[in-house]
């Protein structure tokens, strides 16, 4: 298994745990660009946001609830940031369908 994110899941290679059930996992972004900035994630292998079909929809609106429920837990859901890059050009560098919460300091507009 070469998914990074996958072998995370399977507990292949360690990570910051914060949240797991039999569907999804979270976990602390190894490179945080916030204060706080975590990862949700279907255990799932699925690449791309695109590549998701009508079955899988309902993940993300589990790992909506989940980010949000961490958020919460995490003392930023005053405000935070959720992000799913998809693509190349749209930033995405892992395979593996991801969200980003992202809080604990100003964050402005423009998402670079
Ligand atoms: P993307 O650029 O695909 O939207 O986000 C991938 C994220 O995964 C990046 O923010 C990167 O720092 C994070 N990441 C990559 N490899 C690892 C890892 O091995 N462990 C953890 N915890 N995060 C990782
Ligand atoms: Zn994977």
């Given at each position: 298994?070469?998914?990074?994110?996958?072998?995370?899941a399977?507990?292949?290679?360690?990570?910051?745990?914060?949240?797991?059930?039999?569907?999804?996992?979270?976990?602390?972004?190894?490179?945080?660009?916030?204060?706080?900035h975590?990862?949700?994630?279907?255990?799932?292998?699925?690449?791309?946001?695109?590549?998701?079909?009508?079955?899988?929809?309902?993940?993300?609106?589990?790992?909506?609830?989940?980010?949000?429920?961490?958020?919460?837990?995490e003392?930023?859901s005053?405000?935070?940031?959720?992000?799913?890059?998809?693509?190349?050009?749209?930033?995405?560098?892992?395979?593996?369908?991801?969200?980003?919460?992202l809080?604990?300091?100003?964050?402005?507009?423009?998402?670079?």
């Amino acid at each position: 298994m070469s998914c990074i994110f996958c072998q995370i899941a399977a507990k292949e290679i360690p990570s910051q745990l914060i949240y797991e059930d039999d569907e999804l996992i979270a976990f602390y972004d190894i490179q945080p660009q916030a204060p706080v900035h975590f990862l949700v994630l279907p255990k799932k292998h699925i690449p791309r946001l695109t590549d998701m079909t009508d079955g899988d929809y309902p993940l993300i609106g589990k790992m909506a609830r989940v980010a949000t429920e961490l958020a919460e837990k995490e003392g930023v859901s005053d405000g935070f940031r959720v992000a799913v890059n998809c693509g190349e050009q749209g930033g995405q560098t892992v395979w593996h369908v991801h969200m980003h919460v992202l809080g604990g300091r100003q964050l402005n507009g423009c998402l670079g």
